[in-house]
């Protein structure tokens, strides 16, 4: 009997899961798509030709969740909403039988924490109920959990140092964008650095350490080390890692932009009293950015994302860096999305395909390095995110 798919959340990267769902033949599993306004769901089904059908919920609402997975008879909830709703959707499954998957950990509203510990407290409760929640399943965290997972079972007796390189080479025309939901963006960027190293956790200042990086399909750009999530989950199971570290690229312009945003108090997420409202500067920011699936159709350019690590093969030093390209453009021709949504949206679909098809089954809360990679990378290229392995020195 061919199983039931629940997606919550039909923004940048959640139609990039329906469009690309709405390519495969056969199809690996029935879909429903539900998000706070029906109407998303109703444009994105319009561009659609395999039929599905649509619900307006409200996901911070355990009850209405768990109501709408028992209507679907949902196997599997697709969590491609706000990290502000992960635990709201996961209790909903653990109440009505549902199987879980997400591509970001659960935020706070009222502070940017970036980790896993309230979700990985979910740990005993899916395990009793025979469930599995799969945490983290885009591009960084997700793909990146995967290279890692891949290179340590196949290239290395042992790692010893990650560096995650992350390139948007692309270029969408505006001065000042997200490629992303602009509030979970521009938290990330403005936290405080942080990497693992010898087994404690170091801070920089927010951008303030950089490097130059030559990436495959962009050239060389300037990547500033900031804090990700998937490095806590990386440096928990990585055995004997000694080193993680996350690096992004950033224009001039970006940074400019960003800086005077800060500076005036723009991104703050705390409340403050507007004409006697109560307004959060950071949500009334996002109003006045460009939505991030509108930049889709003028945007040029690539994406170069990969995992530089150096370890241990028989005995001698070993660094590689496996990384994916993946064009702007292409994605627009093939779904109507840019590369960063389209990044996200495939390796969530493929990890759906590979908990309804069994590759993927064990009760509890996993991040993806702890999965088996040798299904996901089998297929991850005829899914549209082609990797590379290439020898490539270390950084220092
Ligand atoms: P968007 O803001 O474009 O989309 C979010 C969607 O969630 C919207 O469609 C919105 O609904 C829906 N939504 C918001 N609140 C609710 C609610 N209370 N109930 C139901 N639906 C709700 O975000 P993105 O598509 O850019 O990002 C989606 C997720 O992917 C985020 O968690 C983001 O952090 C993550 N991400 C992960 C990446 C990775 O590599 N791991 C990279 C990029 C993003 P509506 O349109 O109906 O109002």
């Not at 200042?205 to 500033?224: H, M, N, Q, T, W």
């Not at 990797?387 to 490539?392: P, S």
Request: glycine share 8%; aromatic share 10%; hydrophobic share 40%.
């Amino acid at each position: 009997m061919i199983k039931n798919v629940l997606l919550i959340g039909v923004g940048g990267v959640g139609q990039v899961f329906v469009r690309k769902w709405d390519l495969l033949d056969p199809k690996p599993f029935s879909l429903h798509v539900a998000s706070r306004r029906k109407s998303s769901c109703d444009a994105v089904r319009s561009k659609c030709t395999s039929p599905f059908d649509t619900y307006e919920v409200d996901a911070n609402d355990v009850g209405a969740v768990a109501q709408l997975i028992k209507k679907t008879n949902a196997d599997l909830v697709v969590n491609l909403a706000l990290p502000y709703q992960d635990l709201s959707i996961m209790d909903a499954c653990l109440q009505s039988g549902s199987h879980y998957l997400d591509t970001a950990n659960y935020e706070p509203p009222d502070a940017a924490k970036f980790e896993y510990s309230w979700q990985w407290a979910y740990q005993e409760r899916f395990k009793q109920a025979g469930l599995m929640a799969v945490l983290g399943c885009g591009f960084d965290p997700g793909m990146t959990n995967i290279y890692c997972a891949h290179a340590l079972k196949h290239h290395f007796d042992s790692i010893e140092t990650v560096d995650i390189l992350d390139c948007n080479g692309g270029s969408h025309g505006h001065p000042f964008a997200t490629n992303f939901n602009p509030e979970i963006n521009i938290r990330e960027i403005t936290q405080r650095g942080r990497f693992f190293e010898d087994g404690e956790w170091k801070e920089t200042d927010p951008l303030s350490v950089k490097i130059d990086f030559d990436f495959p399909g962009v050239g060389v750009r300037s990547a500033y080390l900031m804090y990700h999530e998937e490095l806590e989950s990386l440096a928990l199971h990585l055995p004997g890692v000694q080193r993680i570290r996350f690096w992004m690229t950033f224009s001039e312009s970006y940074l400019t932009h960003l800086k005077v945003l800060e500076n005036v108090g723009m991104t703050r997420i705390d409340p403050v009293i507007h004409n006697g409202v109560e307004i959060i500067p950071i949500q009334f920011l996002k109003t006045l950015l460009p939505d991030p699936t509108s930049l889709a159709e003028n945007y040029s350019g690539k994406t170069s994302i990969g995992c530089l690590i150096s370890g241990v093969k028989d005995g001698e030093p070993k660094s590689i860096f496996i990384y994916n390209v993946c064009d702007h453009h292409e994605c627009f021709l093939e779904v109507g999305s840019q590369a960063i949504s389209y990044t996200t949206g495939v390796p969530a679909l493929l990890g759906a395909v590979l908990m309804m098809d069994g590759s993927w089954n064990a009760p509890g809360v996993f991040n993806l390095e702890q999965l088996n990679p040798d299904p996901f990378m089998a297929r991850i290229e005829k899914f549209g995110l082609p990797y590379k392995e290439i020898a490539h020195v270390a950084l220092s």
